[in-house]
């Protein structure tokens, strides 16, 4: 957007908000017009509802006098007169009726309907439905059988029909009827009817003064939300548009007394004709003031951007547009001023920044032995900001061992900073030329070129002060492997490998935080350990599950291979390897696999290459065979379990059996006697003949609470010969005689 663009909406929206804000005043008057006629047109609802319930208490008091009248229940249930007493009881129960005739103005008539006789009692008559129905209240479109079908015989309770033409052809008013079904609260099968008629004018005098007064029309809906009159207006206006397409305003209140809503409808016009002109008035006044504030925001506009145009045209005269595309006006002045400073910047900073990697990728491609050095000249070195001064050079690799208090979530961007670390600090430490390139996840390498005079105990300071920075500083323990000394550029490979060498040792020796390959090498042994009679005892270890002596056995072993002198790591892999195939000798002796037993997460052999250090492949082949014995174990300890729980099975079935016993219950199983009392002993902790006079107590006392048995039969029935074996065996485990026992039962 150009600036002459941005100017005229600046000026536009500083116009625009007095707009704004007398929209918003515009519209809250508006609503609070709005509320007010809506409160107005409520009260008169309000007004209209407790004044017609007023009215409707009065009918509702003449029907529950009528409904609880004593004697109706018996009309109710006697059929069509016979004898003058029957003709006489509905002329008494008529001058009955006659006493609540005057009771309400409201109310224009009544009657009740009897349908086991079918006769109808009003305050002035009886008759038969039939007459009643053609020569005093009939209903215009209705036949009788309809009238009868559809009003008297239907369950109404408290119902209201429409207002409607009802009586003869010189009698005919609109009547509102309400129905109650008798006896009260009868809805499925009423023996009658009590009907009460309303004359439509009774309620629209009530309303007129209220529909007069907000020139609208109030209708009445029942319970069931059907429309029973309307008064004052046109009653065919309704919600919305009226029939002059003016907008109508719509208010209900529901009455709880008689379940009816009154629903006003009012034209707007009445409430809104000075309002509206009010509104008109507004507007005019608005849009003069959009007028005259465009205009000037016009003339402004100009004003101001004309120093800006010719600041740019005086630009264009001296200096060619820019080649990329502007914003604006002013996004090009300062495109202009800025080209000039960047162009002269630009290649420089464009160097100075891949100068890192490019010496970068030079260094490990060195490492690795890609690099032709005897092509290398002073020149090329100085482009990648690479400087050899001195004739000697080492390499230093730096293993990042545990750096869990420095990254958090194991996450690239973390390692790839703890890496970025090491370097500079290895690249700050003053100590000769030293060049560092970052190789793995976990390992930084560093290339020194030293004077002569510098030796192994100069390299050792380097590492101890690095360590001790990295470690203090950024929470990071290092293993730093370091190689020969060489003279010239051409075997900076051979150092590189030397020092990853050097680092591999140290999975295999005791922790040291810096490790020499020339000392490492001298030291390290070229044999393992192992003997076949090492190997043959702890198979028989683990197949008998015996745990300790398995942990004992591969411990010795760790002690005797790594405990004084280091080892290769080709060999100490080789000893965790033949331990592994130990291992697999084993699960095919006991038909196991591999699988079934830890998984196929990660390969055995994988873990032994991938280990951090001996400890931990120490702790991995242990927590392996540890698995194993425990199986082992626990497959011996689930078939003793399950032969013991048949034994006491046996015993709890058959213990009423006299001639049970030792012999008989080894001969069940097919053992011997000696063996089942000790297998019973040794599982159980008790001793079989105990165990089975425990079981014919327990059942004896049993029968000595739910039984009148004697203490013979009860001995008989658990499997002793006689009350004698019985009462010695009861009183050695109780302390007392099956009498006395049965003697406390009773007491």
């Known amino acids: ?31 609070v017009m709005e509320q007010n006629a809506n409160h107005a047109n409520l009260a008169l609802i309000e007004q209209a509802k407790q004044v017609v319930d007023g ?27 016979s004898s003058g007493t029957d003709h006489y009881a509905y002329l008494d129960f008529m001058r009955e009726l006659a006493r609540y005739r005057n009771s309400s103005s409201f109310v224009s008539d009544f009657y009740v309907y009897f349908r086991e006789s079918d ?22 479109g209705m036949t009788y059988e309809q009238w009868k079908t559809d009003i008297l015989h239907v369950g109404h309770y408290n119902g209201f029909l429409p207002i409607a033409e009802v009586g003869n052809a010189a009698r005919k008013k609109r009547m509102l009827t309400f129905l109650q079904a008798l006896p009260f609260g009868e809805k499925s099968d009423p023996k009658g009817m009590l009907a009460i008629f309303i004359d439509e004018r009774q309620i629209a005098a009530l309303l007129e ?84 504030g465009a205009a000037a925001c016009v003339y402004m506009t100009y004003r101001a951007y004309n120093p800006l145009r010719d600041i740019i045209r005086f630009i264009r005269q001296s200096k060619p547009a820019p080649a990329h595309r502007v914003r604006n006006e002013y996004d090009y002045i300062k495109s202009a001023v800025a080209d000039s400073f960047e162009k002269q910047t630009e290649m420089a900073e464009q160097l100075s920044r891949q100068t890192p990697v490019i010496r970068s990728n030079f260094i490990a491609r060195l490492l690795k032995g890609y690099v032709n050095v005897r092509e290398l000249s002073t020149e090329s070195l100085a482009f990648m900001g690479v400087s050899f001064p ?64 510098y030796g192994v105990a100069d390299l050792y300071d380097w590492a101890d002060r690095l360590q001790t920075v990295i470690g203090q500083r950024f929470k990071t323990s290092t293993t730093v492997g370091i190689s020969s000394i060489r003279h010239g550029l051409e075997p900076i490979a051979s150092c590189f490998a030397e020092s990853m060498k050097a680092l591999e040792y140290s999975i295999f020796t005791a922790y040291k935080p810096v490790l020499l390959y020339e000392e490492m090498r001298n030291k390290a042994e070229d044999y393992y350990d192992f003997p076949l009679e090492t190997e043959i005892q702890l ?55 591999y699988e079934d037993m830890f998984g196929s997460a990660r390969k055995p052999l994988e873990s032994i290459n991938e280990a951090g250090s001996v400890e931990e492949l120490y702790r991995n082949v242990c927590a392996m065979f540890e698995k194993v014995c425990l199986h082992v174990q626990e497959q011996r300890g689930d078939a003793a379990a399950v032969m013991l729980e048949k034994i006491k099975s046996y015993i709890d079935e058959h213990h009423g059996d006299a001639m049970i016993g030792l012999v008989s219950i080894a001969d069940h199983f097919n053992i011997t006697p000696p063996y089942l009392s000790a297998f ?3 599982h159980s902790g008790t001793n079989l003949t105990d165990y089975l006079a425990q079981v014919r107590i327990e059942r004896s006392k049993q029968l000595m609470k739910e039984s009148k048995h004697t203490i013979s039969q009860i001995a008989r029935s658990v499997g002793y010969a006689n009350d004698v074996g019985f009462i010695r065996v009861f009183k050695k485990y109780e302390g007392i005689t099956p009498g006395k026992y049965r003697d406390m039962l009773r007491s």
Request: net charge neutral; with cysteine; glycine share 8%.
């Open 390 to 453: 001195y004739p000697c050079y080492c390499v230093a690799a730096v293993g990042l061992r545990d750096a869990s208090e420095f990254i958090r979530g194991d996450t690239e961007g973390e390692w790839a900073l703890i890496r970025f670390v090491t370097g500079k600090v290895a690249e700050e430490i003053p100590f000769a030329v030293s060049y560092p390139v970052e190789i793995e996840k976990d390992l930084v390498a560093v290339v020194f070129n030293m004077p002569e005079h």
């Open 680 to 682: 019973f002993k040794k």
């Open 209 to 292: 003064k209220i529909t007069k007064a907000s020139h609208g029309t109030i209708y009445i809906k029942d319970a069931s939300g059907q429309v029973i009159m309307s008064c004052g207006g046109n009653p065919q206006e309704t919600e919305g548009d009226g029939e002059d397409g003016g907008r109508m305003m719509t208010l209900s209140v529901h009455s709880a007394a008689s379940g009816w809503e009154y629903v006003s409808v009012v034209p707007e016009e009445v409430f809104w004709a000075k309002v509206n002109g009010m509104k008109r008035m507004a507007i005019g006044v608005l849009v003069v003031y959009l007028i005259a």
């Open 1 to 31: 957007m150009n600036v002459l663009a941005a100017l005229l909406l600046s000026y536009l929206a500083v116009l625009l908000l007095p707009v704004a804000v007398f929209g918003v005043l515009y519209t809250q008057i508006e609503k």
């Open 119 to 140: 006769m109808i009692v009003t305050p002035s008559m009886k008759s038969n439905s039939a007459m009643f129905y053609s020569g005093v209240y009939g209903y215009d």
């Open 539 to 593: 198979i028989n270890a683990v197949k008998s599950g015996d745990n300790k002596t398995a942990e004992s056995i591969i411990r010795n072993l760790y002690r005797n291979n790594f405990g004084e002198k280091p080892m290769t790591p080709e060999l100490g892999r080789l000893l965790f390897a033949n331990l592994v195939s130990t291992l697999f000798k084993l699960l095919n002796a006991l038909n196991l696999k």
């Open 55 to 81: 009215r409707l208490d009065e009918m509702h008091l003449i029907a529950r006098n009528i409904t609880s009248h004593p004697k109706l229940d018996s009309l109710l249930r006697s059929g069509a007169p």
